[in-house]
Nanobody
Framework: QVQLVESGGGLVQAGGSLRLSCAAS????????RNWYRQAPGKQRELVAA???????DYVDSVKGRFTISRDFAKNTVYLQMNSLKPEDTAVYYC??????????WGQGTQVTVSS
């Protein structure tokens, strides 16, 4: 089992920045990928950013150049640095870990609201 606790969400004006954190505990050695998803009201949950154990990253087109995913193995934490935020980035952001056996773990979600 893996437990995930997110922090760092909040209210920010357009153009501002936030950094989300996701602290993991439990059997993290089973994890092969760490991801951030988001879900806006009335929309499906979408994958925003992903990072593998080897450090390869991928982003949804709408955040490329503005968001950066990173991980700190020593702290068992994954981050999402979000710059140049736009109102359309408003959503609940979820941390997601995927194990080698394809099991998925989810955090509780953190609200990000970007005002225009």
């Amino acid at each position: 089992q893996v437990q995930l606790v997110e922090s760092g969400g909040g209210l920010v004006q357009a153009g501002g920045s936030l950094r989300l954190s996701c602290a993991a505990s439990g059997n993290i050695f089973s994890i092969k990928a760490r991801n951030w998803y988001r879900q806006a009201p009335g929309k499906q949950r979408e994958l925003v950013a992903a990072i593998t154990n080897g450090g390869s990253t991928d982003y949804v087109d709408s955040v490329k150049g503005r968001f950066t995913i990173s991980r700190d193995f020593a702290k068992n934490t994954v981050y999402l640095q979000m710059n140049s935020l736009k109102p359309e980035d408003t959503a609940v952001y979820y941390c997601n870990f995927k194990s080698w056996s394809e099991h998925e773990y989810w955090g509780q979600g953190t609200q990000v609201t970007v005002s225009s």
